[in-house]
């Protein structure tokens, strides 16, 4: 028997907690609503971000080169012997790499581009997580 059943009784309350009437359920689900709101207008703030940064790269008119693969295939250690940048560390783990960073580096011919490092991909990725990768995909779309 669910111990909260307490809960469920109606009965007048704070306007914040157990508002006139509402049940246990229906608070849970106004509360789970409301984070959700949360959650999705600070993903979008994210995203504004992200496409601002993105058009001030394209202004510099610097090449982008999106290192992309698994999940632990050793792309932030790719990144870091091409650009001899001592502040990465790469790690041995899954989703080492939990945002997507960029690095300057030069190719051979000396011309300097900007290497995307991405969060890895897993095989037969369930789709209701795709959503979560489209921060990697807009940046290799646009790589």
Known sequence: KNDDTHLDRQHGGSRYIMGSGETF????QRLLKEKEIKIKKALEKL??????LRRQRQRRELPLIAVVGYTNCGKTTLIKALTGDATMQPQDQLFAT???????????????VLYMDTIGFLSQLPHALIESFG???EDVAHA
């Open 135 to 137: 921060a990697t995909l």
């Open 98 to 112: 939990l945002d997507i960073t960029a690095h300057a580096g030069s190719l051979p011919s000396r011309m300097t």
């Open 47 to 52: 995203r504004k971000k992200r496409h601002l």
């Open 25 to 28: 359920l229906e608070v849970q």
